[in-house]
């Protein structure tokens, strides 16, 4: 197991060495395949954080998982997503539901970095009401065919094993979690979706045309996938919530290093905006870490992490923002720091449950 002294200095060297130098070409579109960023990750023994010592990963605390994302979003949001995604929502669910033969066939390929994970809830047509998910899976002779199709799929055509969740019957209870490995026939993915940020991230289709599932490859008992993908997706908040920090205080620092040019402290600079900018990307850290402590601490954290991810990333598109005006005009070119972080803090709103979503569920919390 990894002390905590021992993750920190693993990440940080891997986000100044590995992230900074691609930052700029993942920002265009132009950057290493995703399978890179996971293979360099697993390099330097920080693809399987979340994962115990015996299947090969680093055997982490939520702390430091999180603390890595927003080391990593610091520098490169796209390098971020694709990290958070396949350590989490993709990851973690084998860690918590998976069987002993899961459990052993995928978390050492996944922790070393050498298979990408996605995770495959979304559908065109129910959108943010993943209870609406008409993926059929039905029974043949030794497992299941999966048919259908998943949308805004993170890694999608990039990524080795995804987590499906499809439906074997009717309503929330209907539905069944299953890993489809990508090489399988009858699985292929649309093209990547041109995104406003993001750009070093691959989202697109994922679709399953009769695809056969062994039972072997059934998450947990028929009929407890939405459950499966609801807590994926609370754990999974608090890494978008990181994920969130780290843009903000990317967009801070350009905005800081914009301030010093221009000549500091006594200059004419908006000190009050930065100030502002600093206690909220500050307010937005201590909240998500302390949600991942409680997932540490192995409390359930629907509404907390919903609160987390809530303003997180209200904060980081609010904080990129500002910067974007203080570092105003060269701010307007797309690859300048500030425009980048911008363009990539509006989907941290958007996915892992849009934030109207978020306020769904501290409301329900509330009232219940
Ligand atoms: N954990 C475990 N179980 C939960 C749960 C949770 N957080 N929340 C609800 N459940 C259970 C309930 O207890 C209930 O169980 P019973 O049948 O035993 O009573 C069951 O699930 C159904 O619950 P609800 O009636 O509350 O379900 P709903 O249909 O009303 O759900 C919703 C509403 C919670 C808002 C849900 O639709 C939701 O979370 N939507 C957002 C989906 C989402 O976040 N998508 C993100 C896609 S992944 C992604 O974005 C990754 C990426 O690319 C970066």
New binding site residues.
Partial sequence: MLTETALEERTEAFACEVIRPIAPAMARGAGPHPKHIVSAAGEAGLAGILTPARFGGAGGSHRGFAAFIEAVARECASSA?IL??HLS?GTEPIIVFGDDDQKSRYLPRLASGEWLAG?A??EASGG?????LQMRAERDSDGYRLTGAKA????AGAADLYLVMARTGG???GITAFLVESAWEGVRSGAPLRKMGLHGSW?GELILDSVHVPEANRLGAEGTG??????A??S??VG?SAQAVGIAQGALDAAVARARRDGGRGADIDEMSLADMEAHTVAARIMTRHVAAMVDAGE?V?RDAAVAKLYATDTCVEVAQKAVELCAPESGVADHPAAVRLCDAK?CQ?????NQ?QR??IA?DLLK
């Fill in positions: 997503v958070d995604v929502v995770f809830l979304t943010s009401d993943a209870a609406a805004f799929i993170t890694g309503g929330t209870r989202t939405f459950k499966v993908a609801l807590a997706l609370d999974g908040r978008i359930r629907t989907a958007i996915y892992e449950g849009t979503i769904v569920v329900r």
